[in-house]
């Protein structure tokens, strides 16, 4: 019977490790831009978006290696890292505060809010992005998309002959953050 007990108390025991755990990333989450030419619209992925959450702090940070997104044709590729000048700016990083308060008791998806910087071919600019956070399990799932001018970064879109690439680009992320538990 005393056996039985401390099986059930085990549990309640690594609750508050769950329910008060303040940091959250992410090394493998998935960013994916969508853009398109006259007739035809292309998407480029990628599986090693970097991020974390401090909730104690508001803090929001995420960054891409740009070399590592992928449309599905190389050459295609070859001409999105020189129109992005990956060589010399090789990261997408956006750094923010969280605007909204985050439930982290709840098991609903939330809307958040995050007002910050968004910097990419080393012009960086203001971005309010709209997302939603929701637990799951002790992770919590990421999802955010926006519209991201890439002219305000200084970046003139590609193009052949009369056709233009679209000068803004759908950006989606997503992304299962996992605790980070502190180890003092």
Not at 1 to 29: D, K, S
Not at 61 to 67: P, V
Not at 153 to 164: A, D, K, Q, S, T
Request: net charge negative.
């Amino acid at each position: 019977m005393a056996f039985r007990i401390n099986i059930l108390c085990v549990p309640l025991l690594l609750l508050p490790v769950f329910v008060h755990c303040q940091n959250y990333e992410t090394r493998n989450g998935n960013a994916k831009f969508h853009s398109s030419v006259p007739l035809h619209s292309f998407t480029g992925e990628s599986d090693y978006l970097t991020g974390m959450i401090n909730f104690e702090e508001n803090l929001v940070d995420f960054y891409l290696d740009l070399s590592t997104l992928k449309t599905g044709n190389s050459r295609r590729d070859r001409d999105m890292y020189r129109t992005f000048n990956v060589d010399e700016f090789p990261f997408a990083e956006y750094t923010g505060s969280l605007e909204t308060v985050f439930d982290e008791n709840s098991i609903e998806k939330q809307v958040v809010i995050v007002k910050g910087e968004f910097t990419i071919h080393g012009v960086t600019v203001e971005k309010t992005v709209e997302g939603t956070l929701q637990r799951r399990g002790e992770n919590i799932l990421l999802e955010a998309e926006w519209v991201q001018d890439i002219t305000d970064h200084n970046i003139e879109p590609p193009g052949i002959l009369f056709y233009r690439v679209r000068d803004e680009m759908d950006v989606h992320i997503r992304a299962v953050l996992e605790p980070v538990l502190d180890e003092s």
